[in-house]
């Protein structure tokens, strides 16, 4: 995440950026090369599966978004649901 790399979920048009610490889990088990992470967000357990590239909700493995690993220059439309104007 010093690498100029960021981490994303996808959003209805777009792309967002995780927040700060949860990007940092994400690399963490990431680099590890760990399959999946878990993670917290909001007071809900989602998973990160890399093999999927898929964040989905624990409780209702219905709920989930596509997510990437890319540059942090890419268009995006806020982190972690704070939309930049
Ligand atoms: N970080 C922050 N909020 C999240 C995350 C996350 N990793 N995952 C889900 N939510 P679901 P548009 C998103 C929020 O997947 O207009 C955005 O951050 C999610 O917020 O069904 O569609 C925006 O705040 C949603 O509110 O479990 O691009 C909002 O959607 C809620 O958890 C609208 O974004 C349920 O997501």
Redesign the pocket.
Known sequence: LDDGYQWF??????W?Q??ER?SRELEAAYKKGERMCE?L??G?L?IADFDAML?I?RN?PS???R?KRDLSTIPK??V????FE
């Open positions: 979920y996808e959003g209805r048009n777009g967002w995780y927040d949860t993670l967000v909001a809900l989602y964040q909700r209702d709920r989930r978004r997510i439309k806020g972690a649901g704070l939309r």
